[in-house]
């Protein structure tokens, strides 16, 4: 059998058998398709791996060459031929400005490189502005003969028998021919300190404290003034004397010393000297060591040696990262890992265009400048091409120090003393703005220089996504009618950071897609600290080891010139008050019910119409055109909102508070004058007893205000009491202030109804989800274009001028 079994195969193998053809076939195509597939998957594998190589390819091609988000294309910073009538003055305008000036022989005027006090030269110079009317008619018609061009010139007459301050408008530019004075009549001791004065007085007061007082300073503080290596003492004025304050006619400032590290301003030692500024020795008149006042440095430097008063010893800081003056990294480290912070971009470019200083954004146009004395000012602001606002601008910032020493005790300033613009320093992008921000210069006329200074970042403009809708609603039942709308709030910032030795004020313009702008000031930088005592408790806290954070009061001047359908504006308030009826649904008979209520009242006349906030009279504050009103006869106006309102403790007339008298009202009406330009002048820190412009003059003639160009003139202000964490900066939160003006029944309904940036989403079928919803106004993600790359840090290594002055 198994003989059979074995030959049956045999026996088969050279016939035909169709069954076994079938499955050597079959077996073929397997072995054959199992190829084919494996070689499908293989090439397939191929393919897909070539597709995401081709993709990362496109990826890494658009990174290296697509670009950049933030497109220059819409920006033209060059210097016009013929500026516009709020552009800044050009250096071909100042140079025809100072070669006329240095050719009119009645003002004997002394190149920058060779003034002194007794001089005759230029201290500053600026736009001056035409006269409103004229400027108006010509933006109106935008035709016919421009205003001329024309600066406003301070000079110092130290020259003079009888010394003193003038002030030309010397027109037309950019070649002069003539000028007028301003002002002729300014007292020559009103003017600020400046350079040529400053550097002899710290080199008098400096000489004669080291011969007379080395030792001391160096056994009570570990430094002297000179001669010093590592640990230097270094004097720097911080108090001036007006005549109100110290009841002599003469210019008198406090000259303190610090422990020079970083920052000094954290190091106060309780040193310093009264200096006569009107004395051509810069005598010293007194003196302060120790909590206690000598009249000269001799009787100090008898009692010290006879040890007939308590000493001072107190060591000089060691310069250290780790110093809590200083702003090195330190404490806790956050993240853990180094992951970069969020960063806001432009993924389409920029959507506002700046040709020289005007700027287009939406429905927006305006034009900004950077003052010398007053610092950032914005002109014909409109919105859907109707002026909202002339004129709006910074006008002074004013700090207020309370303390028990005199050096804290008289320390009233006024900014514009040190002139504001110039205090525009740098900007850095990624830092103090979004790094896709535009950085625009600005120039100034200063005694330094015959030619312009330029700060190259002095502002910067961005368009920014506050993170918080604009408006928007869910309606998310049927019965409600179900769909959700919703738009993103961005906003354009113009953005300047004013440093005035220790403070730092970001000067916010802000404008938002419903018609409204908002003026928003903060406050950052180091305090002005004094060295601790225990008997100034009510002053300030404790601080660290050898300071008190004293008490101060920041305060803030805008000028609001508004223009609402035209300069023939009225200004209303609506009052709120409560209101008592009889309330027929009680069982009652004789219940009452209470309830809110507002009233219209008019004001009349400028008296009427300076506000001073009272808790129980809240008020709306309108500005509007008789002529004009809406379907409704409700009149189409601006409401005028201050969220910064402070109010000023000092008395009224006493010290240095006429200066700024300007600070008695959150906010002040009046007819607008020629002659009434600003709330305050660079001669406020020593003219109290009798200002230049006294602002309560702008009221006591109580003009009509009815049908009147109006100027609402805003003060906001912040009370800061010191504590540990303002070291060694103060922070930013909690120091914001701002007032907005916003359209009130101005437009028919929300003018940002029409944006793009809007996003709805509703059902498919009318209030019915389940039909599936459909979303319009939402975009990809998917960028266009790459971040632009901020290289700041490359660039400020390669050239510190463009952060730090280097000359």
């Not at 790094?435 to 002095?458: D, G, R, Y």
């Not at 027929?584 to 009427?608: C, I, L, P, Y």
């Not at 020629?674 to 020593?686: F, G, H, V």
Request: charged letters at 20%.
């Amino acid at each position: 059998m198994e003989d059979n079994k074995n030959s049956t195969p045999k026996e088969n193998t050279n016939k035909k058998n169709p069954e076994s053809d079938y499955e050597v076939k079959a077996q073929e195509h397997y072995q054959y398709g199992r190829r084919f597939r494996n070689l499908a998957i293989f090439s397939g594998i191929i393919i897909i791996l070539l597709l995401i190589g081709l993709v990362v390819v496109s990826v890494m091609k658009r990174g290296d060459d697509t670009e950049a988000c933030s497109s220059g294309l819409n920006v033209d910073l060059s210097e016009p031929e013929d500026p516009p009538i709020f552009h800044d003055l050009t250096s071909t305008e100042v140079k025809g400005l100072m070669d006329f000036l240095f050719k009119q022989n009645n003002l004997n005027l002394t190149k920058p490189e060779k003034i002194t006090v007794k001089s005759s030269y230029i201290f500053t110079a600026e736009l001056h502005l035409p006269n409103k009317a004229d400027v108006v008619s010509y933006l109106a018609h935008g035709a016919g003969q421009k205003p001329p061009r024309q600066a406003r010139v301070i000079i110092f007459r130290g020259d003079l028998q009888t010394q003193k301050i003038m002030e030309l408008v010397v027109t037309p530019l950019p070649k002069p021919t003539h000028y007028t004075i301003w002002k002729d009549d300014i007292p020559f001791q009103y003017r600020p300190i400046t350079g040529p004065e400053y550097g002899k007085a710290v080199e008098s007061i400096t000489k004669e404290t080291e011969n007379k007082a080395r030792q001391l300073l160096l056994k009570s503080f570990g430094g002297t003034l000179t001669n010093c290596g590592d640990t230097c003492l270094s004097y720097k004025y911080v108090s001036p004397m007006s005549v109100a304050v110290s009841g002599r006619n003469r210019r008198l400032f406090w000259f303190w010393m610090f422990q020079f590290v970083e920052f000094f301003i954290l190091h106060p030692i309780d040193f310093a000297v009264l200096v006569d500024m009107d004395d051509p020795l810069f005598a010293i008149d007194k003196v302060w060591y120790n909590d206690r006042a000598f009249s000269s440095l001799d009787v100090l430097m008898q009692q010290y040696n006879d040890n007939n008063l308590p000493k001072l010893k107190i060591s000089f800081p060691v310069m250290s990262k780790s110093l809590f003056s200083t702003m090195y990294r330190r404490g806790t480290t956050v993240p853990k890992s180094s992951q970069l912070p969020p960063i806001s971009i432009e993924p389409s470019g920029r959507r506002y265009s700046i040709k020289g200083q005007h700027v287009k954004y939406m429905n927006w146009n305006f034009d900004f400048r950077m003052s010398s004395t007053r610092g950032p000012q914005l002109y014909d602001i409109r919105f859907q091409n109707d002026r909202i606002v002339y004129e709006i601008g910074l006008q002074e910032i004013s700090v207020f120090y309370s303390g028990k020493t005199p050096t804290q005790m008289f320390s009233n300033f006024f900014d514009t003393m040190s002139l504001i613009g110039p205090r525009g320093k740098n900007l850095v992008p990624g830092v103090d703005c979004p790094s896709h921000a535009t950085f625009l210069p600005a120039s100034h006329v200063m005694e330094i220089s015959e030619q312009q200074v330029t700060i190259q970042n002095a502002f910067c403009l961005f368009e920014f996504n506050t993170g918080m809708p604009l408006r928007r609603h869910h309606a998310p039942m049927s019965f409600h009618g179900t769909f959700y709308e919703g738009l993103p709030n961005s906003v354009l910032i113009l953005r300047s950071i004013l440093t005035v030795v220790n403070y730092s004020y970001l000067i916010d313009y802000i404008f938002y897609h419903t018609g409204a702008v908002e003026v928003k000031v903060v406050s950052t930088g180091y305090i002005l600290a004094t060295p601790f005592t225990a008997n100034a408790s009510n002053f300030g806290f404790q601080v660290s080891d050898n300071i008190n954070g004293n008490l101060h009061h920041h305060m803030f001047s805008f000028k609001v010139d508004v223009d609402i359908h035209g300069t023939e504006n009225r200004y209303r308030t609506l009052d709120i008050s409560t209101t008592e009826s009889a309330n027929q649904f009680n069982s009652d008979s004789n219940a009452k019910f209470t309830q809110g209520q507002f009233v219209v009242s008019e004001k009349k006349t400028e008296r009427e119409a300076a506000y001073k906030f009272n808790f129980d009279t809240p008020k709306y504050h309108l500005f509007y055109s008789n002529q004009k009103s809406n379907k409704f006869g409700v009149p189409k106006s601006y409401r005028l909102l201050n969220r910064g309102m402070s109010k000023q403790l000092l008395p009224e007339n006493v010290g240095n508070e006429p200066a700024m008298a300007w600070m008695r009202y959150q906010m002040a009406v009046t007819k607008r004058k020629e002659d009434e330009r600003t709330s305050s002048t660079i001669y406020s820190l020593m003219d109290s007893l009798s200002p230049v412009v006294n602002f309560e003059e702008f009221l006591n003639d109580d003009e009509n205000i009815v049908d009147e160009d109006l100027v609402a003139w805003v003060s906001m202000g912040v009370q800061h009491i010191p504590h540990t964490e303002d070291l060694p900066v103060t922070h930013t939160p909690g120091m914001d202030l701002s007032f907005f003006l916003l359209p009130y029944n101005y437009f028919p309904e929300d003018p940002a109804m029409g944006s793009r940036d809007s996003v709805r989403i509703e059902p498919n079928i009318y209030n019915n989800p389940k039909s599936g919803v459909r979303a319009t106004g939402m975009r990809s993600e998917d960028l266009q274009c790459k971040p632009p790359v901020n290289s700041y840090q490359q660039a400020v290594e390669a050239d510190p001028s463009i952060l730090f002055e280097t000359s």
